[in-house]
């Protein structure tokens, strides 16, 4: 089972990007179709090491397919093109799983 993870570096204003993913982007990735688990944190740490890490996204897919066709939905282009518009501290796409 596939997932996506998006990993946030530390923003330029924390509390700017919290209100910004809570209030705009969460509801534009709840609405990634074929979905069968998402969650996100805005409270990560690391246990050892000093990784620039501010937040994480995972959605969970079926099948590889079924991730694909989520991002090149109408609504996983939606989730993307907000990206910029909070995540200052850039961002890291991974796809986890067969």
């Known amino acids: 089972m596939p997932t996506l993870t998006v990993l946030y570096g530390t ?8 209100r910004h993913y809570e209030e705009v982007h969460a509801p534009l990735a709840r609405a990634l179709p074929g979905a069968t ?6 409270a990560v740490e690391t246990l050892a090491g000093d990784v620039p890490v501010f937040a994480s996204f995972h959605a969970e897919f079926p099948n590889r397919e079924a991730l694909d066709a989520a991002l ?10 907000d990206v910029p518009a909070f995540a200052s501290g850039g961002v890291t796409i991974l796809v986890e799983g067969d």
Request: glycine residues 4%.
């Open 11 to 18: 923003p330029s204003d924390p509390e700017a990007f919290r």
């Open 72 to 81: 090149a939905s109408p609504e996983g282009q939606a989730a993307q093109a």
């Open 37 to 42: 688990a998402l969650r996100y944190s805005l």
